[in-house]
């Protein structure tokens, strides 16, 4: 009796010891829930540098040329015609022949943004839900998060339909104003463009100046952005407004040029990438690790173009082009001529928008404002800048604003594929010349369907609002 | 409680009875009159019981009618009736395998009285096939239980599966219990040759009482122990071996061929695509190709002549696979184990030491594995053990499976012979290191116009990377398990096991200073550790008793698991040549920390009756309470309940000659899976790690559903099992039908909400099949004998509900009525003999824009269809055939394991077979491609520009049946005459082949690849040749 007594003893104790909140105990400790967030300006700030830091991350494709942001600016670069791209990563986008629905640069250059939005919708819908964020972090907060909803929504407009005055009517892709789970249909290029301008608009009301560092979005990115859009929808009023308030407090500095673009501190940049050693996307930073052909490290297999080599003064700044290995003049080979404009470090900072850019914005907008006096000084306080030697054109009317689109391909190459930007803007085309590897088959005619891709597979698999006939026509 | 009160109460009443009517002595023996020490003597009917004493004597006091039950383990149990007078002696004979005893489910039973699903493979089978792991044994031996080993890396763990897949993404893998508690570790830490016996439990009824961790079934593996009362055994064992890969390689070409193609495709391209005349996209591709290809091996600016033939011949042909490849591969195992026990005590004490050698240059498992086990009777009602394990493993193992640009395979398969090995200047020569020494080329010097930069495999060589860096894992494990069993009346037993493990992981990887992926930042290490902390507690009441005829057996068992990981992680970069520890780093790069914990509380109950040992059942429930659900799903309720008649026991049975053996048995039961969905899955997180500078930084998590569920199975088991004309035909069949519900499955999501997938829980599979398992023993004499097995299964898996109608899911679809693993891809439809090109599938629609059910053919892809293409990766038969002979003092032994009617895609393949990249290595078959219009082929032209030949479609989808020769092994054991003189009482030497040969339809992969049916670049499984001795004192 006394051992059966012990025994059920043990045996209850061992099950009374075990109280309700053995169970509850064990927490996650590399998480923190929602309730840290959204309760702070600490917490909300957390959430926003985390969105940063995402922009620059490979998005699961396990492929060099798709990492977050820089690669789906480095692609537009390369489908131009003043790079010439080796056989390399990036190989089809320069080519121009990487659209299809399974094609890795469509997925990803639809996924990558919407990554971002889901995001950001979670961002604007928690500081709108908190109740202990007092109402100027509010603001503060949902101005970088509506700018960087419309900034990744005016991507998306750009890459999966004709540009904005071709036809606001047709197909975009769907939009999200909040966190969601069911896929939704197609929008309109019209519903997409009036989003990102409200967006961007009521994050210009609620920004500030100020900001953790250049990487955040304030009141200056909020303007440049807006100038950009305005540009492609050819509002020029609007983008030469928005443009002049971008560059506010970022003067002109030429003797940064040949630094390698790998500083975010340069004063001329006004919202860029920064990278450090222990969070660096090293070999796959674009455009650093595909241009430097002198590093030993990176993929560094881009040329230029003799032609748009050829623009350049010997004396002009942006002037970084060289004959790497000894080929002479007249060679042919589109390994002609190298750059050294972007320098791959371990920890390379990545440009994403520039004083210059917006100087020439708003000199571009003045000039189609009949405006060609203002314009041309704009212009020319630019060249000046940048070349010592550099002698006014005289130029007006149209043959001002080629000049401008020119200078704009001159100072901003290898940076946010402006060439294809205007091109597609302007419904003009890219037609390749000079010493390219791969000229006619690359050429992309004005209004070209190959300025934008197919909608991914991968969506119309799982979007019961989005079916395979989307894709017709396109 | 009160139940327990009241059957001692009853017990106690009972034994008062019963006494001092009648005392009947006598002595135990075995067949051959040796005393059985420890034999149990029970009065039927009552709870009346003795056991003998050392030297076999009993004394028993029992009523005046009474029958005695005399009972040994390992031997036939037997009823006497009608005692005349007060002396009984008894032999007992050692039980038929029928008879065996069964480690299940916390406990042993007799395998006659198993109602559930149980197979068993013992020592004797594992020595038989000198198992080199405890998978491999269990590899060909069982039906139903599916084993893959993917890739030829030792020491890693095989993918196992227990009657189909009952899961999509929470684990499939069965639950392994090692001496009573779950086994988190690395199965290849256990040494097989101290292992007693694997119990593969397969249905509900015997999985039930593990809850929720037994749906896809419970891998019982039992060690060694002592017996008592034995002569102390010394055994010795020692084997070596030599390798090779098992399946051959892929046919891969050499540089002449290569270059020739490279031009053909540029060609092509020029005259097909940009339209130029044939003269002019030759003379183009000449021109162009060296500044494509960015390398020379013939030094001539032009090798190739605008008619496409090679001009010179090469400077280097690169054998890549002779440079990644080890030719002198080798394995060896030692062993040495003690066992013995005195009166009370018993003990086991076993030693082994493992070094397997891995065909990728560089790589190794080693391993020693340490047991004791001691068990002792601490008096006449309290007996106690400790079973105490240390095992240490360290695995060197550069990257060969994957996509990784180092990984062997993958390199094998995408950089071909035209690279070379060696850096070489614009001339072709070889470049020398200041002391006078090749320097493996990297392919990154980029101002170098020619032989400086590849972009295929830039910055890496993959036999610089087995040089250069380091990718080593050491694992150490420490367990003990230990008991207290106290037997408070004859009936009760209370039985407490403590178990404790702790294991730590130790993965150590550094990238050299001066070459290859970490050079710019002067040599890289990454180390990471982690401790993995076990807890298990258990405390049982068992209760047995005797009425008559009648037997029943209940258990009431409380048990805790704890479960914790602690990781530790730090990077540093910046060293000094031949510095690879972190205190050498100049610059710390990252660290990285956590702690997870998990933790399971479960009651469980079984009760088993049996009548006369002909009629069996027995029920069984559990309820467990898991962290991995939120509070208001955490708590689940499983059961089961079996039953079975041993008909042969019937006497209208007993009467039929020929039948010796017949059991008939059925259970249903409901079980629960938890595992392989993370360890929060149901709260919406933010996840820390996305500083962006100094700014602390974090990202939203994947969307959970916070009422995410276990997962169920139900299963229905039937089986028969019989044994005809004395052994010439023994065996059983059994049909399972199992079907779980609420299936956690990360859905797809629409990739424009910005997330991939939400794990929720979405659907039902069913799983069913039938599993044959035939014996025969068709010579059994005293010099010569000889045994036949055979066993298979027929698995089937169909989906039989969606939340939704239906899931893509990479290159198959899910619909009802479908299985997971259908095909369903892009339908090749030939190489179209005017063009070249290759042509797929597509629906012919009418004019609505419907299909109308015929098909036609498109060169255009995204244009083509996706259909099921009537093929599936899971496999229609699986199985094993083995069979033994031995004559005189010779033994041999073979085992087979079978695969047929599964495909698998070939990923290498399409690779191979792809020329959009004209800088990748090539299959030996693109000699059949199209070449000019007219030719029947199905091979389309190569052509270097973006096309979609080589994209998913069923032309890299194969037929991937397979025999193998798992093991053979021929033994000859030396004669007492010979191992008398020696002084030892064994002596067996023996050959042993593993993987000699396999039979496979798709050649160029190894047939083991996963499960669904998809190549990654894997290491092939080796063969292996070993000779060994086994010697026992």
């Known amino acids: 009796m006394k051992k059966i007594l012990i025994s059920i003893a043990l045996v209850s104790t061992l099950i009374v010891s075990c109280d309700k909140d053995y169970l509850n105990e064990p927490k996650p400790t590399s998480s923190v829930s929602t309730s840290v967030i959204f309760t702070s300006r600490d917490g909300v700030n957390s959430f926003i540098s985390g969105i940063l830091r995402a922009s620059r991350l490979e998005l699961n494709l396990d492929r060099l040329d798709t990492g977050g942001l820089p690669s789906l600016y480095f692609a537009r670069t390369v489908k131009g015609n003043d790079l010439i791209l080796g056989v390399q990563w990036y190989r089809f986008d320069y080519n121009n022949d990487n659209r299809d629905p399974t094609d890795k640069r469509t997925v990803f250059s639809w996924a990558f943004p919407y990554t971002m939005i889901n995001e950001l919708n979670i961002l604007i819908k928690g500081i709108n839900d908190s109740e202990n964020l007092s109402a100027t972090d509010k603001d503060e907060s949902l101005s970088q998060a509506l700018t960087l909803r419309a900034f990744y929504y005016f991507q998306l407009a750009m890459e999966f339909q004709h540009t904005y005055s071709y036809d606001a009517s047709l197909p975009a892709p769907p939009i999200y104003t909040s966190p969601a789970l069911e896929g939704k249909a197609m929008s309109t290029l019209t519903e997409m463009y009036t989003l990102i301008l409200s967006d961007l608009n009521d994050a210009v009301e609620k920004g500030v100046d100020s900001r953790l560092d250049k990487s955040y979005i304030n009141k200056n990115v909020t303007y440049g952005i807006l100038a950009r859009v305005n540009q492609v929808m050819g509002n020029w009023s609007a983008a030469e407004i928005a443009a002049s308030k971008a560059r506010i407090g970022y003067s002109l500095n030429a003797s940064n040029y040949s630094n390698g673009f790998n500083n975010i501190e340069d004063e001329e940049w006004i919202w860029g990438i920064p990278q450090t050693v222990d969070q660096t996307i090293t070999i796959n930073t674009a455009p650093h690790s595909f241009t430097d052909n002198s590093n030993k490290i990176g993929y560094g297999e881009a040329f230029w173009n003799e032609d748009f080599v050829n623009r350049f003064s010997d004396t002009d700044v942006r002037n970084t082009f060289f004959d790497l290995f000894g080929l002479g003049d007249n060679s042919g080979s589109y390994k002609a001529r190298a750059s050294s404009k972007f320098k791959l470090t371990f920890d390379p900072d990545i440009p994403l928008m520039r004083s210059p850019e917006m100087l020439l914005i708003e000199a571009e907008a003045k000039a189609r404002q009949d405006n060609d006096a203002e314009a041309a000084t704009l212009l020319f306080s630019l060249q000046k800048n940048r070349d010592p030697k550099a002698v006014a054109s005289g130029n007006s009317g149209t043959a001002l604003i080629d000049e401008i689109l020119v200078e704009r391909r001159k100072e901003l190459y290898g940076e946010i594929g402006v060439e294809w930007f205007d091109a597609k803007r302007l419904r003009k085309g890219i037609t390749r010349t000079g010493n390219h590897r791969v000229k006619s088959p690359g050429n992309l005619l004005p209004d070209d369907k190959k300025f934008f891709l197919k909608v991914p597979q991968s969506e119309i698999d799982a979007n019961d609002n989005i079916d395979e006939s989307v894709n017709d026509d396109r | ?1033």
């Open chain 2, 1 to 1033: 409680m009160k139940t327990i009160f009241n059957l001692s109460l009853i017990a106690m009443l009972s034994m008062q009875l019963l006494s001092a009517q009648k005392t009947i002595t006598g002595v135990i023996t075995d067949e051959t009159g040796v005393p059985l020490p420890g034999a149990t003597v029970i009065e039927l009917g009552t709870t009346n019981g003795v056991s003998s004493d050392f030297d076999g004597n009993y004394t028993i006091e029992t009523g005046e009618e009474a029958a005695l039950e005399y009972s040994f383990v390992g031997y036939s149990s037997q009823i006497i009736k009608d005692i005349d007078g007060d002396l009984q002696n008894v032999s007992l004979y050692p039980s038929n395998e029928l008879d065996e005893v069964v480690v299940v489910a916390y406990g042993v039973q007799s395998k006659e009285s198993i109602v559930g699903s149980i197979a068993v493979i013992s020592d004797a089978t594992i020595q038989a096939q000198q198992a080199t792991t405890i998978t491999q044994a269990l590899q060909g031996s069982i039906p139903g239980v599916n084993i893959i080993t993917s890739g030829g890396v030792p020491g890693t763990n095989p993918i196992i599966r227990i009657r189909g897949v009952g899961s999509i993404n929470a684990d499939s893998s069965p639950l392994i219990i090692v001496d009573g508690a779950p086994f988190n570790g690395n199965l290849n830490n256990i040494a097989q040759e101290q292992v007693e016996s694997i119990s593969v439990l397969k249905d509900a009824s015997s999985t039930s009482l593990y809850g929720s961790r037994g749906a896809n079934g419970v891998i019982i593996i039992t060690t060694k122990s002592g017996t008592k009362r034995s002569k102390t055994q010394l055994t010795i064992s020692s084997n070596y071996g030599v390798s090779t890969n098992a399946s051959a390689l892929h046919d891969l070409i050499n540089v002449d061929d290569f270059t020739k193609y490279a031009w053909e495709s540029s060609r092509n391209n020029e005259q097909y695509v940009n339209g130029l005349t044939p003269s002019a996209a030759g003379s183009k591709a000449s021109m162009n190709l060296i500044s494509e290809l960015k390398y020379n091996p013939y030094g001539l600016s032009q090798p190739v002549n605008t008619s496409g033939e090679l001009l010179v011949s090469p400077m280097w042909d690169t054998d890549w696979k002779k440079a990644i490849f080890s030719d002198n591969v080798t394995r060896k195992e030692h062993g040495v184990s003690i066992n013995g026990g005195g009166e009370k005590t018993s003990f086991y004490f076993g030693s082994n030491y493992l070094k397997e050698e891995g065909q990728v240059k560089t790589t190794f498992f080693e391993r020693i594995a340490t047991r004791l086990k001691i068990d002792t009777e601490v008096n006449d009602f309290i007996n106690a053990g400790l079973n105490v394990a240390y095992t240490t493993s360290k695995l060197n193992a550069p990257s060969q499976s994957g996509d990784g640009i180092q990984g062997a395979i993958q390199w094998l398969y995408s950089v071909p012979n035209f690279y070379p090995l060696y850096q070489r200047d614009g001339n072709g020569e070889l470049i020398l290191n200041s002391a006078g020494e090749r320097i493996f080329d990297y392919g990154n010097n980029l101002t170098q116009l020619v032989n400086g930069s590849r972009s295929n495999g830039a910055n890496e060589n993959a036999v610089g990377a087995i040089d250069n860096y380091k990718f080593i894992t050491n694992r150490t494990s420490t367990t003990m398990n230990g008991y207290l069993n106290v037997n408070i009346l004859e009936q009760l037993k209370f039985r407490s096991d403590v178990f404790y493990e702790r294991s730590s992981y130790d993965n150590f990887s550094y990238s050299d200073n001066n070459f290859g992926i970490a050079a710019n930042v002067d040599g890289r290490v990454t180390q990471n550790r982690d401790f993995d902390t076990t807890l298990n507690l258990t405390q049982s009441l068992n209760y047995k008793t005797y009425f008559g005829l009648n037997s029943l057996n209940a258990d009431i068992i409380f048990e805790t698991l704890r479960y914790q990981i602690d990781e530790l992680g730090a990077s540093g970069i910046g060293f000094l040549t031949n510095v690879n520890v972190l205190n050498g780093s100049t610059r710390p790069e990252g660290v990285s920390g956590s702690n997870t914990e998990e933790r399971l509380i479960s009651l469980i109950s079984r009760i088993s009756y049996n009548y006369d040992k002909k009629y069996y059942l027995e029920a069984s429930a559990r309820r467990d309470g898991s962290t991995r659900f939120s509070e208001e799903s955490r708590w689940g309720n499983f059961y089961s309940i079996g039953g079975s008649w041993i008909a042969s026991e019937e006497s209208f049975i007993k009467d039929i000659d020929f039948i010796n053996y017949l059991k008939i048995k059925a259970s249903y039961g409901e079980l629960g899976n938890n595992r392989g969905i993370g360890y929060f899955p149901y709260l919406q997180l933010f996840e820390t790690g996305f500083s962006q500078g100094e700014n602390p930084g974090v990202l939203s998590s994947s969307p959970v559903d916070p009422l995410l569920t276990w997962e169920k199975t139900a299963m229905l088991n039937y089986g028969v099992e019989f044994g005809i004309f004395d052994g010439l035909l023994d065996g059983s069949v059994e049909i399972y039908d199992k079907e779980s519900i609420d299936l956690i499955y990360d859905k797809p999501l629409a990739i424009s909400t910005g997330n991939d997938f939400i794990k929720t829980n979405v659907g039902s599979l069913r799983n069913y099949g039938v599993e044959f398992s035939l014996r025969s023993t068709i010579i059994d004499k005293e010099d010569l004998t000889l045994n036949l097995g055979l066993n298979f299964s027929l698995d089937n898996n169909e989906i039989s509900k969606l939340s939704q109608k239906e899931f893509i899911n990479d290159n198959k679809k899910w619909e009802v009525g479908r299985s997971l693993y259908e095909f369903y891809i892009r339908e090749s439809a030939g190489v179209d003999p005017n063009d070249g090109y290759l042509m797929w599938y597509k629906d012919l629609l009418d004019t609505n824009g419907e299909p109308t059910g015929e098909r036609t053919m498109t060169k255009v892809y995204s244009e083509a269809d996706r259909y099921y293409v009537g093929a599936s990766s899971l496999p229609d038969i699986i199985g094993g055939f083995n069979t033994s002979v031995t004559y005189k003092n010779f033994d041999l032994n073979a085992l087979f394991n079978f695969s047929f009617g599964s495909y698998v895609y070939d990923h290498s393949y399409a690779r191979l077979m792809n020329t959009t990249d004209i800088t990748g290595q090539r299959h030996a078959d693109i000699a059949n491609r199209w070449t000019k219009p007219g030719d029947v082929t199905d091979v389309p032209l190569l052509l270097n520009s973006q096309n979609y030949f080589g994209a998913t479609s069923s032309r890299f989808l194969f037929k991937n049946d397979y025999i193998r020769l798992k093991a053979l092994s021929i033994g000859y054991s030396f004669k007492e005459s010979f191992t008398e003189r020696l002084n030892v009482s064994r002596f067996r030497l023996y050959l042993q082949g593993d993987n000699i040969f396999t039979y496979q339809t798709h050649k160029g992969i190894d047939p083991e690849q996963d499960l669904s049916g998809a190549t990654n670049n894997r290491s092939y499984q080796l063969k292996t040749f070993s000779l060994g001795v086994n010697v026992q004192f």
